[in-house]
């Protein structure tokens, strides 16, 4: 389940005050959430948390719950 | 006696030469790379020739396909030219397209390009069916490509009929169709033939000193001439290998250039300014342990405003990585002209000018003085071979050199006109010039570029015009009806420019102001644009132009120039 922190560090980085996003959220349906603004985002959700990612493991990520996961697979670590 | 005057005969003649040398690797992000050598493509290009010959297509039906990165698209690709049809490759619609402006996008598209055929997915099925099906519409038949059994033993009789029709066809006939950008609807279609495109080889081979040995990295899609001749056309009429990136997997992952130029020791690569920055900015370090760009010898850029800052970002990042400066090139160029007009010298600094900003906008290139605003200018080359481009003033008288104007051009690879639009041709068509909407200068036999008539807005290399920005958000609740217009904004950081829009609106209170740029976004969204900024202003603030109309330029310009407390922007 997408968590408020993340989804506040998604808006923030999106210029939004207020968006719904859940689980099955995927880029192309949120204002600003393109290909370009992508990267920023992962990188913002990286310094917030203090984790890294692998490109790799972020080409994979289909929708919020996934980045969700991964950031959760990262914290338990 | 055996001529390669077609492409086809060209690819025969280079799979007889080197049948096992890597012609197209389709690469894909942790996966085994797909291997076409120059024989096995053009074997499964037979094989799809005959799927296309047994549907009824003709010579000179044009075939659009809307596939997506996928490692059958090059042999559907030669399958098609084999039966002598011409291929239009387009882009396959981003999930946040509208299905309505896809579908009005195609059918403009159709209209003017005389699409016949689409090869497509069959995930699209349900939007283009009702294409198909509408009175008057151009196109056929839809196929599903990807689904055919190519497998199956070809019969001889069949595939000598095909033979002869590939080898009736003509060094003047039509080999492909390319599109030039224009708004919704209203793409420039360019149909390319053998001889041009044979000889634009030749052309930027010699001008690049490019040869067998080469290996081209692409990410760069195939419904842009950059991608399609720069990158597909141009290295497998060569000899060359050339390795295919998925654009979408690149943008969400830039490593990905940069590992295959490691691993398959890739020598030449075309990219958008932008993507300097992307590359310089957002790879962490730990991921470029493994990469070597000792390789690449030519990094090219073009189809957006080169910028001094950008290639310097990329120097300090990947020097340490073995770039070699001097494998910075640009180009200028444009489908009309199959490809390119110009490029740098290969191997040589890029001339940059430091020029007095002021004055340039007055139209005069004047080096800058210790008090000048600069304007870095990088050049866009020298003239290729068959090439001549000159610069006029509005009144289409020409300028000398150091003078700004619009850059008009010609060369042996150019275009004979839009097909099925001669009004459009005869805008922009005079005495044989093409006048390209681009203003720029001549300094020392070497072109600079460094504005865009019309208002065009590059975002990454993508052309997008504001008309198109302008109808969407017209549309919206809230902002009065007319009062809206879009510019491009520089976005230093990115490298390239950002989409803004200012609409006039009677709403005061900030809770309404952000409820309606959400929608203005929306409207964005709607048509595949992401809308970097919005100013709201209150009614009857823009500059109307003498047309009555909003000015784009006026408007952007006051808005720059000055704070204004009646604006809310966000």
Same mark, same amino acid.
């Given at each position: %389940?997408?968590?408020?922190?993340? #989804?506040?560090?998604?808006? #923030?980085?999106?210029?939004?005050?207020?968006?719904?996003?859940?689980?099955?959220? *995927? =880029?192309?349906?949120?204002?600003?959430?393109?290909?370009?603004?992508?990267?920023n985002?992962?990188? =913002? *959700?990286?310094?917030?948390?203090?984790v #890294?990612?692998?490109s %790799?493991?972020?080409?994979?990520?289909?929708? *919020?719950?996934?980045?969700? #996961?991964? *950031?959760?697979?990262?914290? =338990?670590? | 006696?055996?001529?390669?005057?077609?492409?086809?005969?060209?690819?025969?003649?280079?799979?007889?030469?080197?049948?096992?040398?890597?012609?197209?690797?389709?690469?894909?992000?942790?996966?085994?790379?797909?291997?076409?050598?120059?024989?096995?493509?053009?074997?499964?290009?037979?094989?799809?020739?005959h799927?296309?010959?047994?549907?009824?297509?003709?010579?000179?039906?044009?075939?659009?396909?809307?596939?997506?990165?996928?490692?059958?698209?090059?042999?559907?690709?030669?399958?098609?030219?084999?039966?002598?049809?011409?291929?239009?490759?387009?882009?396959?619609p981003?999930?946040?397209?509208?299905?309505?402006?896809?579908r009005?996008?195609?059918?403009?598209?159709?209209?003017?390009?005389?699409?016949?055929y689409?090869?497509?997915?069959?995930?699209?099925?349900?939007?283009?069916?009702?294409?198909?099906?509408k009175?008057?519409?151009?196109?056929?038949?839809?196929?599903?490509? !990807?689904?055919?059994?190519?497998?199956?033993?070809?019969?001889?009789?069949?595939?000598a009929?095909?033979?002869?029709?590939?080898?009736?066809?003509?060094?003047?006939?039509?080999?492909?169709?390319?599109?030039?950008s224009?708004?919704?609807?209203l793409?420039?279609p360019?149909?390319?033939?053998?001889?041009?495109?044979?000889?634009?080889?030749?052309?930027?081979?010699?001008?690049?000193?490019?040869?067998?040995d080469?290996?081209?990295?692409?990410?760069?899609?195939?419904y842009?001439?950059?991608?399609?001749?720069?990158c597909?056309?141009?290295?497998?009429?060569?000899?060359?290998?050339?390795?295919?990136?998925?654009?979408?997997?690149?943008?969400?992952?830039?490593?990905?250039?940069?590992?295959?130029?490691?691993?398959?020791?890739?020598?030449?690569?075309?990219?958008?300014?932008?993507?300097?920055?992307?590359?310089?900015?957002?790879?962490?370090?730990?991921?470029?342990?493994?990469?070597?760009?000792?390789? !690449?010898?030519?990094?090219?850029?073009?189809?957006?405003?080169?910028?001094?800052?950008?290639?310097?970002?990329?120097?300090?990042?990947?020097?340490?990585?073995?770039?070699?400066?001097?494998?910075?090139?640009?180009?200028?160029?444009?489908a009309?002209?199959?490809?390119?007009?110009?490029?740098?010298?290969?191997?040589?600094?890029?001339?940059?000018?430091?020029?007095?900003?002021?004055?340039?906008?007055?139209?005069?290139?004047?080096?800058?003085?210790?008090?000048?605003?600069?304007?870095?200018?990088?050049?866009?080359?020298k003239?290729v071979?068959?090439a001549?481009?000159?610069?006029?003033?509005?009144?289409?008288?020409e300028?000398?050199?150091?003078?700004?104007g619009?850059?008009?051009?010609?060369?042996?690879?150019?275009?004979?006109?839009?097909?099925?639009?001669?009004?459009?041709?005869?805008?922009?068509?005079?005495?044989?010039?093409?006048?390209?909407?681009?203003?720029?200068?001549?300094?020392?036999?070497?072109?600079?570029?460094?504005a865009?008539?019309?208002?065009?807005?590059?975002?990454?290399?993508?052309?997008?015009? $504001?008309?198109?920005?302008?109808?969407?958000?017209?549309?919206v609740?809230g902002? !009065? $009806?007319?009062?809206?217009?879009?510019?491009?904004?520089?976005?230093?950081?990115?490298?390239?420019?950002?989409?803004?829009?200012v609409?006039?609106?009677k709403?005061?209170?900030?809770?309404?102001k952000?409820?309606?740029?959400?929608?203005?976004?929306?409207?964005?969204?709607?048509?595949?644009?992401?809308?970097?900024?919005?100013?709201?202003?209150?009614?009857?603030?823009?500059?109307?132009?003498?047309?009555?109309?909003?000015?784009?330029?006026?408007?952007?310009e006051?808005?720059?120039?000055?704070?204004?407390?009646?604006?809310?922007?966000?």
């Amino acid at each position: %389940m997408v968590s408020d922190e993340l #989804k506040q560090v998604i808006l #923030k980085q999106l210029n939004l005050d207020e968006f719904e996003i859940d689980d099955d959220t *995927v =880029a192309p349906s949120v204002p600003g959430w393109d290909s370009l603004s992508h990267v920023n985002i992962i990188v =913002a *959700v990286e310094q917030h948390f203090k984790v #890294k990612f692998k490109s %790799m493991e972020v080409l994979k990520l289909k929708n *919020v719950g996934d980045l969700q #996961k991964l *950031v959760d697979s990262k914290l =338990a670590k | 006696m055996d001529k390669r005057d077609t492409l086809w005969k060209k690819w025969k003649y280079n799979a007889g030469l080197t049948p096992d040398k890597d012609a197209i690797v389709h690469w894909v992000a942790e996966e085994e790379p797909v291997r076409w050598t120059f024989k096995s493509l053009i074997e499964t290009a037979g094989k799809f020739s005959h799927g296309i010959y047994k549907a009824g297509i003709k010579k000179n039906d044009v075939c659009a396909i809307i596939i997506r990165h996928n490692p059958f698209l090059y042999p559907l690709y030669m399958g098609i030219s084999r039966a002598g049809a011409l291929p239009a490759i387009l882009a396959y619609p981003n999930p946040r397209l509208h299905p309505d402006k896809f579908r009005q996008g195609l059918e403009g598209m159709a209209q003017r390009s005389g699409l016949d055929y689409i090869f497509t997915e069959r995930e699209l099925e349900p939007l283009i069916k009702p294409l198909i099906e509408k009175p008057g519409s151009t196109i056929k038949a839809v196929f599903f490509p !990807l689904e055919w059994d190519i497998n199956s033993p070809v019969d001889k009789k069949t595939d000598a009929e095909i033979e002869s029709i590939a080898q009736s066809v003509k060094e003047t006939d039509y080999f492909l169709v390319q599109h030039s950008s224009g708004t919704t609807g209203l793409q420039k279609p360019i149909a390319v033939t053998h001889k041009m495109l044979l000889e634009h080889v030749d052309i930027c081979n010699e001008a690049l000193n490019a040869g067998g040995d080469d290996k081209v990295v692409s990410w760069l899609p195939l419904y842009h001439d950059m991608g399609l001749i720069g990158c597909l056309h141009i290295p497998l009429a060569s000899g060359m290998t050339s390795i295919h990136i998925s654009p979408f997997e690149w943008v969400l992952a830039p490593i990905l250039l940069l590992e295959v130029i490691t691993k398959e020791k890739g020598t030449i690569s075309y990219i958008p300014n932008f993507a300097y920055n992307f590359l310089a900015e957002k790879i962490p370090v730990e991921e470029l342990e493994d990469i070597d760009l000792g390789s !690449l010898r030519l990094l090219i850029n073009g189809s957006e405003p080169i910028r001094h800052d950008s290639h310097q970002k990329f120097i300090e990042r990947f020097k340490k990585y073995n770039f070699n400066p001097l494998a910075l090139m640009s180009i200028y160029g444009m489908a009309e002209l199959t490809l390119a007009l110009t490029y740098t010298e290969p191997g040589k600094p890029l001339t940059e000018l430091y020029l007095d900003r002021n004055k340039l906008s007055e139209g005069r290139v004047v080096k800058a003085g210790k008090d000048s605003v600069v304007r870095i200018c990088v050049s866009c080359g020298k003239l290729v071979r068959g090439a001549d481009a000159r610069i006029f003033d509005v009144n289409r008288r020409e300028l000398p050199d150091t003078f700004v104007g619009e850059i008009a051009v010609k060369s042996v690879s150019m275009f004979e006109g839009y097909r099925n639009y001669p009004e459009k041709t005869a805008e922009v068509v005079h005495d044989g010039w093409y006048f390209t909407g681009d203003y720029g200068f001549k300094c020392n036999d070497e072109f600079y570029v460094i504005a865009r008539k019309k208002d065009l807005i590059i975002v990454a290399g993508k052309n997008i015009y $504001p008309e198109d920005i302008e109808d969407a958000v017209n549309q919206v609740e809230g902002i !009065l $009806p007319g009062r809206v217009i879009a510019f491009g904004e520089e976005d230093s950081s990115l490298g390239t420019e950002k989409v803004s829009v200012v609409a006039e609106t009677k709403l005061e209170t900030d809770k309404d102001k952000n409820r309606l740029r959400i929608d203005i976004l929306k409207a964005g969204m709607s048509i595949d644009i992401n809308i970097g900024k919005v100013y709201l202003a209150p009614p009857r603030w823009l500059i109307k132009s003498s047309a009555g109309k909003p000015s784009r330029r006026a408007n952007k310009e006051r808005l720059t120039l000055k704070e204004d407390p009646q604006i809310w922007s966000r």
